[in-house]
């Protein structure tokens, strides 16, 4: 696995340039909680490299530390040791603000339950990315439109996420995580609360971003759905216990 | 019963357990209801609790009343001849008294000392139903013309002056330097009718004078069977037929109304003060309620599990309400502490401003009223939540997780409202004390303020002749103008232009329309000696000032101000004009022999027409002024040296600086705006907690959503932006609700704001300004820790 060489200074308000390579670097990243009875290790000594274009899946039993990871590589976790470089950038020496900017301009999420807004109708959901990302209200009303097209939504934009079925909030979700364009989507378990057939379409849906460029990394309980992408790393107590892939 | 002693004893659980919200509550129900009670103890004492005598509610006040001849809002008595009218032909009465206020001079082996007395007819105190302590009440015998001087003693005088010796009745004491006999000292704290110490028979003092001079009081005791109604039938009937007899009582009749001596205070203080402390009182409900609001929404499953297990909807109702109430009866138990407080200090503030017969205490009445605040308090805030949170959706209650938003547009309300009525108290105590420092600030054109003043009251029989009042003036002006330290020495009384009727109150000027002269007319003239305008440093503009050549028996002169005279005259010479006095043709014409600066109150200039003191001969009441080269208060002991020398019976009252006497005459209108003041101020301290409530619990439920939003690039400022524009519209809607009550209230309370406009803008502006920026502080607080939200928790909370 190669590394890059942390730069020298870093300011405190942008992001130094980019420097081209992998997506996401890692070395010796870890978490630990200070508890009365000691110290309790999330994740230990986790490094890696992912690729910009990779589908990759983590797996592993609950309280592995699938998820914290994923928070992590979302810029949502800052406590945590080691390096981690994100299009080169050194997330680890990165003030909070310059994170959330990185976050803001690269990353979509999708989450298991969701999170769409109960008070929001569909269209409002999608222009939610939109509106902090200093998108004119013009543009913005064109992309989610589009958006609305593309996922077959058109009819459904002045709903209410109660209204619909857990496959389309689900479908919704994806929808948002993609509509600034972000280079990585992280999903936590995206297809947890669906059944079968709604989760296959929400995969299907991965696969197709994927093969259009977005990288996606996903927390998932299913081999089923870790067969879409092209990796697998499999967590334990912490530690990245395997790595596989090629797979599907 | 069992179940009610449950409830009581959950209620008391529940509340130890909320420790926070019950600290609050209880802080908040206490200086709410504690500000009615104290609010209603002195409107009790003041106007609705019966005075200090038997069968109080059977004496009435009887008075004249004129539509035309009285300014609104004027009281007056009655003459002497309408005194006797009514004494010999009211049958509704068994007695009738007259008396007057006055203030006299006693002397004797002790310093000259000015008492507040007054003078009662034979009949007063036993138609009051009040014996004498000591020695016996005055008898037809004592008051009638050309009797021998007799003097009664309150208790207070009696015991201070003459030590409690019981050997002063029967002994002479010199008052108004005539010997009177003492023949009785009436109970403790008897000071009929309000401030008096010391009585002296009616008929040898106020005999006489004419039927306009209405400056008598007159009390009388209902005979047995007749009600006041009645009893104001008769007078108007008497009143009617005077009018035919007596060109001067024309225009005027007379009522009997239920005695209450005076109005301690104006109606429509008691209706401002009472309203604001109801104001109060409704924010403080309004914010428990938004708290019984939210603490319902987070007792919504235990109510649905109460429900679920068979509960009915009453007894849930009960069960919370039993809660609302023991918060407030305790409230109000902590507010009546407070109410004693408050009103031990009103006490000693205003212990020489209260009538004797005001008793300012937490009596029975108070505290049933304490008691039934309390309670219709608990109901008020109480209910709404109860109702609300008895309402539950069992099914969906006990399915929804804990993070499912439920927007509150109750509690948003209650916050307008709580900042709509916030934003009313603070315009009215913000336009009262704007109208307070107009009416504090002094006159521009005159350098007064430290100028030493005491007044001298020529109340001493030998004093009747004018010319000796004068004189003696004059002999302690002179040795005063050469003491050391003293740079000026004058003196000034005032000359009454008119009665009280709009029409009399007028001068008349030689060569000038009679409307442009009532348009400038003052209401007094000022008698002043020949140094007054030095002293003042008011610059003499033409002609000259008054000399030791214009005394009484000269030409009548007079000095104006330069703006009457310019007005009057349209910008021609003065000099030698005539004006009278007022509007009576048997007036003498005064000759206009100077003009002087003009004096700018409030940005008006103030008319003012000077006679020399010397050509005066109402004069009982006559105030020095002495410019001194130093402290003017040390000139003190040198002034009551120099008095003394000249009249040793003659005492100097209210000696102070003009600044001193200028704060303690606007005093109570600053400790009254200084009130309404607080009462806004904890309003606004309600408010704010009210708003940072809804916000914060608005921020609380919509936790997950900011955890979605950071997740999906919320910056902290996109989270306090959205936070706080929930906050910020409720208080826009509070504030242009508040701003549309203050116009409409401060209309009605126009009377209160001494002639200031009831739409201030810049106040109003002003407190919109610090309403805001207090609001936004209760904003800012919850909307910044939420924009501190940890997304993960956030989401994983779910």
Known sequence: MAFFTKPATVSRDAPPAPIVGPLIAMRNIEKVFETPAGRTYVLRRISGEIQPGEFVSIMGPSGAGKSTLLAILGMLDSAWNGEFFFLGHPVHAMSH?????????????????YHLIDDLTVAENLDIPLSYRN???????????????????VGKKDLYPRQLSGGQQQLVGVARAVIAKPKLILADEPTGNLHSSQGREIMELFKKLNSE?????????????????HRIIELKDGWITGSEGPVG | MDALVSDIRFAFRSLAKSRTFTIVALLSLALGIGANVTVFSLVNALAFKALPFPEADRLVDLHEFSATKLCSGCGVGTSYPGFVDWRDNARSFSQIGAYIERPFNISGAENAERIGGALVSAETFPLLGVQPLLGRSFTRDDDRAGAAPVVMLGEALFARRYGGDRRIIGQTIRVNGVPHTVIGVMPPRFRFPEFADLWVPFEPNAAGGTREERDFGVVARLKPAVSVAMANEEMRVIAKSLAERFPEQKEWTAEATTFRISEALPGSLYAA???????????????????????????QREIAIRLALGATRRRIVRHLLTESIILSVAGGALGLLLTSW???????????????????????????????????TGLLFGLLPALRASTPDVHTTLKESSTTIKKSVTRGMLVIGELALAMILLAGAGVLMRSVVRIATPERGHDQLDLLTGDLEFLDARYADSTIAQHTVATILERLQNAPGVVNASAHSFQFIA????????????????????????RFAFGVTPGYFATEKLPLRAGRAFNAQDRLGSQPVAIVNQRMADVLWRGQSPLGRRIKLGSADSLPWVTIVGTVGDITSRDTVTHYAYVPFAQTTHNQNVTLLLRSDGDPLSLVPTVRAVVRSVDE??????????????????????????????????AILLAAIGLYGVVAYNAAQRTREIGVRIALGAEAKDVIAMIAGQGGRLVLLGILLGTGGSMLLLRVLRAMLFGASPIDLPVFAAVAVVLSLTAALAIWLPARRASLIDPLEALRAD
């Open chain 1, 97 to 113: 603000k310059q994170r959330v900017g990185l976050n803001k301009e690269h990353i979509g999420f999708v989450f298991q339950q």
């Open chain 1, 135 to 153: 998108v004119k209200r013009s543009e913005r009303e064109a992309i989610v439109a589009d958006t609305l097209d593309k996922f077959g939504m």
């Open chain 1, 213 to 229: 460029g977005t990288t996606i990394i996903q927390v998932t309980h299913s081999e089923e759905n870790a067969k879409f992408g």
């Open chain 2, 273 to 299: 003060l009472l309203g604001a402390v109801g104001f109060v009182l409704l924010i403080v409900c309004a914010n428990l309620a938004g708290l019984l609001l939210a603490r319902g929404a987070g007792r």
């Open chain 2, 342 to 376: 408050a009103i031990e200090i009103i006490r000693r503030l205003a212990a020489d401003r209260v009538p004797y017969y005001v008793t300012l205490d937490v009596d029975r009445t108070t505290l049933v009223f304490a008691l039934g605040v309390s309670i219709v």
């Open chain 2, 499 to 522: 009665g009280f009727g709009r029409a009399d109150r007028s001068i008349r000027a030689e060569g000038a329309d009679s409307s442009v002269a009532r348009s400038v007319s003052p």
């Open chain 2, 649 to 682: 019976d003659l005492p100097i009252l209210r000696l102070q600086t003009v600044r001193q006497q200028r704060r303690s005459d606007y005093a109570p209108y600053q400790l009254y705006a200084m009130t309404m003041g607080s009462f806004a101020a904890f």
